[in-house]
T-cell receptor
Framework: DAGITQSPRYKITETGRQVTLMCHQT?????MFWYRQDLGHGLRLIYY???????DKGEVPDGYVVSRSKTENFPLTLESATRSQTSVYFC??????????????FGPGTRLTVL | GDSVTQMEGPVTLSEEAFLTINCTYT??????LFWYVQYPGEGLQLLLK?????DKGSNKGFEATYRKETTSFHLEKGSVQVSDSAVYFC???????????????FGKGTLLTVNP
């Protein structure tokens, strides 16, 4: 089914381990985003990408790495996980342009717990 | 920088009550404004949006009007249902000519619980 998917949906890891969260969209949207959701903070932008091989930092990028070799995939890597990175992570995408294309579409989220 | 402030929750209402969730913003120019809804255990879904001043977004009985003079985008519904229980997020996206790359700035969210 078309849309935006994230995997895994749930992940438990230990401090210091590397973790990669996957995001895949089938719409060929130019823009993709990673947010984290924490109580009392709403959603905060980690990284975004305007196209394949073009990425940029958001509000809270420290401790994260992204890549985008293909338009449809935008993986997020925690190089050395810390407890403060326990959160729910959402991927989103949108097309390039104004007006009706303003909408960002969100994936179902990945709940990450770092022990 | 851009910011969104929405009323603190949680909000608890009885079924058929009137709902208002306040949202104000700080941004340069004319951003696009959004309300997203997150049902328990799910991702965010767009509820409604408005892209210019005085526009009214509406969906599923919810409404919000883009008020430039008060920099507000309050969410309203005349008669809430139990199924409306969710977290509601107000968000803005700056005008594209500012080179914003369409980043969304979110409020902290308001948890709404509707009791039968």
């Amino acid at each position: 089914d078309a849309g935006i998917t994230q995997s895994p949906r749930y992940k438990i890891t230990e401090t210091g381990r590397q973790v990669t969260l996957m995001c895949h969209q089938t719409w060929s949207h130019s823009y993709m985003f990673w947010y984290r959701q924490d109580l009392g903070h709403g959603l905060r932008l980690i990284y975004y990408s305007a196209a394949a091989d073009i990425t940029d930092k958001g509000e809270v990028p420290d401790g994260y790495v992204v890549s985008r070799s293909k338009t449809e995939n935008f993986p997020l890597t925690l190089e050395s996980a810390t407890r403060s990175q326990t959160s729910v992570y959402f991927c989103a995408s949108r097309i390039h342009g104004q007006g009706a294309s303003d909408t960002q579409y969100f994936g179902p989220g990945t709940r990450l717990t770092v022990l | 920088g851009d910011s969104v402030t929405q009323m603190e929750g949680p909000v608890t209402l009885s079924e058929e009550a009137f709902l208002t969730i306040n949202c104000t913003y700080t941004a340069t120019g004319y951003p696009s404004l959004f309300w997203y809804v997150q049902y328990p255990g799910e991702g965010l879904q767009l509820l409604l949006k408005a892209t210019k001043a005085d526009d009214k977004g509406s969906n599923k009985g919810f409404e919000a009007t883009y008020r430039k003079e008060t920099t507000s985008f309050h969410l309203e519904k005349g008669s809430v249902q139990v199924s409306d229980s969710a977290v509601y997020f107000c968000a803005l996206s700056p005008p594209p000519f500012r080179g914003s790359n369409y980043k969304l700035t979110f409020g902290k969210g308001t948890l709404l619980t509707v009791n039968p």
